[in-house]
């Protein structure tokens, strides 16, 4: 008999059953956050009324969301919406789960926040020390089985890349190849070569249409290509060139909403005899399997 693998969802599912036959609780669910967008989406529900939550969106200091994230600790809420006075709107998730109490605890990996773990009951209950240790427990397994799934996917993702070398490395050797001196690559950023695909070929457009531009203003032009980390979750691509890049505005504005597509941003800047061209990109954003999806 083979074993067939339970997907993270699978995984997520039972756990927050768990939580509802454990506690008697009438609703369980999962937030996950977006460190981009700064804010929180609910992915995963048991016991919802309908799926009104996933249509969710609470910006990162609002709500029970914003709070646990705030105080890095459970939230408590016993009687809604009268103990929140003029606040009550900023938490949606118990409006449309028509819920009376909730408790919430931050999920976190190291210090790097996945998202928010709640309960909660149809009709005011006080939750107690013992349950909230339980649902903490419950949270750890989560976390667990959460970056133990996104590990091994990336660790596939990187494998496969290594096999098979990804569009933007194949377009970097054959344009050295052609350009030969006049082109100089220096990738410091490796992880550009786990992007998706398809910001991979987008990425690709705009080097061709710089490097033909470049290269078109004056043959014997010299450009230097940069790409380098800027932080866990920014990197930069920098395009050097010895002489005067010439961009209408018209070209310009096309060039700054192909970067914009890729929700990057764009700055030309003239220095005497060069142009100094960058663009800097949300990593996270062009990888194909988000964190705070499943």
Known sequence: MTNQKVSLKELLTLQLESLISGLGVDFSAIAFYDPIN?????????????????????????????????????????????????EFLEFPILIVEDLKSAAAVPLFFQTQLIGVLLIGQRTCRQFDFTEIEYMKKVSDEIVQSYTQERRAERTNLEEKKEIQKSALSLYFIQEKANRGEKLEIILLDQRITLLSEEAQQKLISIFE???????????????????????????????ETDTHLILSNELFSKLADDVRALKGSIEMVYDHDKTILTMNFFLSMLISDHLWTI
Request: some cysteine.
């Open 38 to 86: 700064l804010e929180f989406r609910w992915r995963l529900a048991i016991g919802s009324l309908n799926n009104r939550y996933t249509s969710i969106v609470v910006r990162s200091g609002k709500g029970i969301c914003g709070r646990a994230l705030k105080t890095r600790r459970e939230v408590i809420i016993t009687h809604f919406p009268e103990e929140l006075q003029d």
């Open 209 to 239: 249409f710089l490097l033909d531009c470049a290269f078109l203003t004056e043959n014997d032009a010299i450009v230097k290509v940069i790409i380098e980390r800027k932080s866990e979750q920014q990197f930069s691509i920098e395009i």
